[in-house]
């Protein structure tokens, strides 16, 4: 991942805001964060690249979290800025263990992308396993995947930016509502390859079990830290930007070898962007090394998701009960 063209395309743009009916908020799930209400405070923080001067997405968050009643906090940290991060790594550690800690605060916006963010996790910040609702993506993922490695629930891997129904599908989970199935495209699986990796033989077209959701590049970098959650049982969501074919290849081909992927009931995906230059003549297209390297495993598979950078980025609550149905493409949040 390029860092500040990361940090660039996770700011995005957003449209109007459009006012909707209130909806009525759903009861507290067992372990899971209470529902956002007006009056519920929120604060911002920009774990790893410093923001852009004049950033208006602060702004735009603002005018959001105004039209659900919700209080946006901004400590003076958020616009700190030291080398290529918003703060030295024990002043950006230190303003996240404050907002952990602070009772009065019930959701956390990471709103810094680009690098930084696994610095905090080796400054010995640890996450306490309470739930607690965190939202970002990106860079941000090590915090996100920090968090359910402690048993906590309540990260989203999302973004407050993008178009309106993007906004409307985070806004209604953390008020505890529905939201909408994602589509992608469902792909056959087979056994090829999969005894000589120690993966099981029989495919099956429907996967159930809790989300693991993160940026590629990111995860593959928390391999062999206590920051990377168990992925037995899990349905695992990967996205990633900036990486050319070979180089998803070499990840994929870790995370393979490593046994990582032993235990996983299925895998989405979400959007991979990468320069076209990058790709020679009879080299592999981003989606065939995918599904080269994925589908021997013998379970469900959906490529296409929403979700990672660009339009639209569709946010996913790690730890969440999930059916991922390969012979219908589509990605159901249960419970």
Known sequence: ?????????????????????????????????????????????APGTWLESGDDGLALLRRRCAEQGWILQTPRELFGRWRWFSGSDAVRAEALRRAWADSAVQALFYVGAGWGSARLLEQGLVLPPGPRWTVGFSDCSALLLAQRAAGSLGAIHGW???????????????RGEAVATLQGRGHGVGPQGSAALGFGLQATAVAEGPLVVSNLTIATSLIATPWLPSLQGCVLVLEDTGEAPYRIDRLL??????????GVRGIGLGRFDWARDDILPGDFAMEEILLERLAPLGVPLVSGLAVGHGRQNLALPLGRRCRLDAGAGTLTLLD
């Not at 063209?5 to 507290?28: D, H, I, K, Q, Y």
């Not at 081909?253 to 032993?262: A, I, P, Y």
């Open 1 to 45: 991942m390029r860092r500040r063209e990361l940090l660039r395309l996770s700011l995005g743009t957003a449209s109007a805001l459009v006012t909707g009916p209130a909806l009525a908020r759903s009861p507290s799930r067992a372990g899971w964060p209470a529902p956002l209400a007006p009056g519920s405070r929120i604060a911002a923080l």
């Open 160 to 174: 407050f930016g993008g178009d309106e129904p993007q906004w409307r599908r985070l806004a209604a989970l953390l």
């Open 253 to 262: 081909t870790q995370w393979r070898s490593s046994g990582l992927l032993r």
